[in-house]
């Protein structure tokens, strides 16, 4: 789990663009996994994208006429998977971010911070090995935002992925053992 921290217009959405095959350098390359993303086709840079990053935009960027569901299941449903099996699987990661019954509502009907949960929810559907997520609280009351982290930690811990985060606040909470052990306050 990393923590790319700064403030804003320092480059860290800039960057999180780049290593997901986003947006193109000027110049450069930009290697992950031990790949140059950048000397890829269309068609692979698109199956990189598909099958290796899931991005949670800071706004969201939620088709509006689809459904909670629908949104969340498009990772599956480009995979291949059944339809009703991709929005089951949906529904279930939407209850797991703390929106049990919100799967047929459209975005417009969601608060800022059930939208932040749906595009959170999206990002880890298709299991993705590298998780990037650009101010994925900034939306969120404190209790969510923790929960959400906890959240994110756990799946990252069960399952050996690579999660990188964005944010623009420097405090940081050390824990160890479920337990709070010290706060760092960055300088701004």
Known sequence: ????????????????????????????????KGADIWAMTPDQLADFRLHTIGFVFQDYHLFPRLT?????????????????????TADTLL???GLRGHGAMLPIKLSGGEQQRVAIARAIAGSPTILVLDE???????????????FVKKEVLNSQRCILIVTHDERIVHMEDGRITGLDKGTQ
């Open 1 to 32: 789990m990393v923590f790319l921290v700064g403030p804003s217009g320092s480059g860290k959405t800039t960057f999180l663009s780049m290593i997901s095959g986003i947006l193109r350098p000027d110049t450069g390359t930009v290697q992950v």
């Open 68 to 88: 909670s569901a629908e949104n969340v299941a498009i990772p599956l449903i480009l995979r291949g998977r059944d339809w009703n099996e991709s929005i089951a």
């Open 95 to 97: 209850a797991t971010v």
């Open 136 to 150: 994925p609280t900034a939306s969120l009351d404190g209790d969510t935002g923790k929960m959400i982290i906890a």
